[in-house]
């Protein structure tokens, strides 16, 4: 079964840059672009998005709260529809570079806290979910499995797509181990183990040191982290190496 594997990708802002995003978008075949609430900005958005559709790389709405001084990673007490409002503003504003670009906007991924709040909250997700049907119905949603946010999607009647992290570890309670914990962020050996592991098994490690079941037709490669470019490179040889297609659920 063919794998897609997604990178969180133009976080920078005006001068300052995060991370190699050319380099990464020939790497992977989904590229989850931020829309300028926890990061980003017009020209960003707009050079990432041509550079995505150039390569052939899919676009998802990578929507967070509004939180540029925290890079979207901070709990943010938001009304259900504020919250709606504010992820259809993100999920358009990105659209109208993807279609200047020559394609559109295929999926949304919310980011940080807005991702655990929304994956462990039904009223949060259901304001995600209200934000993608209102703009569009026929886009997919991209998170973790067996949590609120699937079961909105579902209940909305939107495809949705397991992600797991190539580069993160897992708690028991399979969520994200908070970066804070030591071992959340994997060493680049430990990441190439855990993709091929969850390809392969759908099974993951945590920071206990036990495994956890983790269904996923995406894989992320998170592009702020250490050397994420050769990360993602070898990864994406080792699946192939592993027999394991690469392609965008998209």
Known sequence: MPLDLNSDLG?????????????MLDIVTSANIACGFHAGDPSIMRRTCALAVERGVRIGAHVGHRDLVGFGRR???????????????????????????????????PHGALYHSAAGHREIADAVLAALTE???????????????????????IRF??????????TPEGSLAPRGVPGAVLHADDAVAQAISIASSGSARTVAGGSIVVPA?????????????EMARRIRAALAESGVAVESFA
């Open 11 to 23: 976080e920078g802002f005006g001068p300052w840059a995060m991370g190699d995003d050319a380099a």
């Open 75 to 109: 709990e943010i007490a938001v009304s259900p529809d504020e919250l709606r409002d504010e992820v259809l503003y993100q999920i358009a504003a990105l659209d109208a570079f993807v279609k200047v670009a020559g394609d559109r906007v295929r999926y949304v991924k």
């Open 135 to 157: 703009y569009d119905a026929g886009l997919a949603l991209l998170g973790p499995a067996g949590t609120q946010l699937e079961a909105a999607a579902v209940d909305a009647k």
């Open 161 to 170: 797509v397991g992600e797991g992290f190539a580069d993160r570890a897992y």
């Open 217 to 229: 037709s995406s894989l992320c490669v998170h592009g702020d982290t250490p050397a994420a470019v």
